[in-house]
Each structure stands twice: as C-alpha cells, then as structure tokens.
C-alpha cells in the first residue's frame, strides 16, 4: 500500500530565503507526482506535476525534483515571499494510471515578511 | 471557464440524515474523483470514475456512494449521516492524457464544508 510522508508538518522563514519542502513515498512504482498548494480554506491548485520519467520540473521560482528509486521527491522554492504561505502537498499517482492520487499530510508554509 | 463547481459551500446535517453532494465539470474529464480532508491532514480519496457508467472504491469508502451517468456530473451521496463524517469534501477532475501530456493534471473544486451534529 502506497504511503505518502511529508516532512515537516510545519515551516517558517523569513521572506527572501530559498526553501526545500520534502515529499516520501514507499512504493517507487509511479505513474507520475504531483506539487499542489492549498491556501486557507480553498481548493487546491496543482503547481507542477512530474512524469516517472522525468527528474525535474520548472515553474517560475518553483522547482520540483524527483528521485523514484529512493522515493523522494522535492519542491524547491526560491527567494521566498509573503504570498507564497500556505500549505504545500504533493501526491502520487499508482503505476497504472487508474486516476487514484495518494497524499500526504501537506507541509503548512508560513514567509515572514 | 468554470472548471469544477461543488455545491453546496456549506452544509450542517443531523446524525442520520441523508444528503448529496453536486460536483460538475465542464472541461470533458473523464477522470473525477471524490476526496474527503479533515483537519491537518492530507486528502483521503472516497471513491472515484474513469469515465460515465465506471466508479470504483477509493481509500475510504464506508458510508459513501456514487454514481456516473454522465461525463460532467459525479454526485457524493451521504445515506446515513454520521459525526465521523464531518469534513471538507473535494471533488476533482482530470483527463488521462499519455505521460508526456500536462492534461494528467488533476483541477480541483472549491470544497464543501459538512459538518454532522
């Protein structure tokens, strides 16, 4: 049974820091992983999405690498700002692309100005 | 460009009753799921469809159902309500594109916020 681990549950920075939030999985049979941010109260919107395939994706300050063999994927995020809190997950998508995303806990984001 | 619409935002039930959660989408997924988030937790998938007529159990699906007919709607129905299903519900989309498309991405609805007293 697929496991979906993100550590930690909760950061703080000060505004302007580049950050790294970690994302684990238990079964390294994917079909591909997904990077989603949450703000209070809302739905969730999908940020970057990687292949099995592919090692890494890019958008604007955000980066996003993944490692199947080890089970670990990360989300880099450069030069932090106030508008980037909130609570970032990812999930996993099983090997046969049946649609079935596993979470995991979603790390809470808080940029100081 | 509505994308996926839930309804309702909000809703206070009593232990026992019965409800349907709406979920539409207009962007001709054949994928959409149901997922269910309690606090400080991540999404917990209920049930889902790859397609009309086609739904399948998901992580938890206990005290749930669902059906398809048709490709934009994919209504959560609560039979019994009960505490435990206190919770924001999701209901999400995407298309099942090859591995090199984008459209794999899922798109989410707003939430429905449910709380069983």
């Known amino acids: 049974k697929q496991e979906v681990t993100q550590i930690p549950a909760a950061l703080s920075v000060p505004e302007g820091e580049n950050l790294v939030l970690n994302c684990s999985f238990t079964d390294s049979a994917i079909y591909n992983l997904q990077w989603f941010r949450q703000d209070p109260g809302k739905g969730l919107t999908s940020l970057l999405l990687?292949?099995?395939?592919?090692r890494e994706q890019t958008s604007g300050r955000l980066n996003a690498s993944l490692d199947k063999s080890s089970g670990r994927s990360t989300l880099y995020i450069a030069a932090s700002q106030p508008g980037d809190s909130a609570t970032y997950l990812c999930a996993v998508r099983g090997s046969s692309n049946t649609g079935k995303l596993i979470f995991g806990q979603g790390t809470t984001l808080q940029v100081k100005p | 460009n509505a994308g996926v619409t839930q309804t309702p935002k909000f809703r206070i039930l009593k232990i026992g009753q019965s409800m349907t959660l709406q979920c539409t989408q207009d962007m001709n997924h054949n994928y959409m799921y149901w997922y269910r988030q309690d606090p400080g937790m991540g999404l917990k998938l209920i049930y889902y469809?790859?397609?009309?007529?086609?739904?399948d159990k998901g992580e938890v699906p206990n005290g749930y159902n669902v059906s398809r007919s048709t490709t934009e709607d994919f209504p959560l129905r609560l039979e019994l309500a009960a505490p435990s299903q206190t919770s924001v519900y999701f209901c999400a989309s995407s298309s099942p594109a090859g591995p090199s498309s984008g459209a794999n991405v899922l798109t989410f609805g707003a939430g429905s916020r449910l709380t069983v007293l």
């Open positions: 990687i292949q099995s395939s592919q």
């Open positions: 469809s790859v397609g009309a007529g086609i739904t």
